[in-house]
Nanobody, 115 residues
Framework: QVQLVESGGDLVQAGRSLRLSCAAS????????MGWYRQAPGKQREWVAT???????RLADSVKGRFTISRNNAENTVYLQMNSLKPEDTAVYYC?????????WGQGTQVTVSS
């Protein structure tokens, strides 16, 4: 069983930055991949970023050039650095992890960007 705990969500003004963290209960070295999704009010959950066990990271077009996904294996944590935030980035952000064929999700952290 994998547990994921997100943190770092906040209310910020447009143009500012936030860093979200996703702490995993197990060794993220053993995960096939980890990623971030977000869900805005009244909208479907959408993919934001993925960091595989090996290989290059991937980012949604809507966040390319502004967001970065990274990992700290020693701390079993994945980060989402969000710069130049826009009001349309407002959403609950969820972390996930693919391990042994099962996709695990965290509970989410709220990010609100005011104009």
């Amino acid at each position: 069983q994998v547990q994921l705990v997100e943190s770092g969500g906040d209310l910020v003004q447009a143009g500012r930055s936030l860093r979200l963290s996703c702490a995993a209960s197990g060794s993220i070295n053993s995960f096939n991949s980890m990623g971030w999704y977000r869900q805005a009010p009244g909208k479907q959950r959408e993919w934001v970023a993925t960091i595989p066990g090996s290989g290059s990271t991937r980012l949604a077009d809507s966040v390319k050039g502004r967001f970065t996904i990274s990992r700290n294996n020693a701390e079993n944590t994945v980060y989402l650095q969000m710069n130049s935030l826009k009001p349309e980035d407002t959403a609950v952000y969820y972390c996930n992890a693919l391990y042994d064929g099962v996709l695990y999700w965290g509970q989410g952290t709220q990010v609100t960007v005011s104009s």
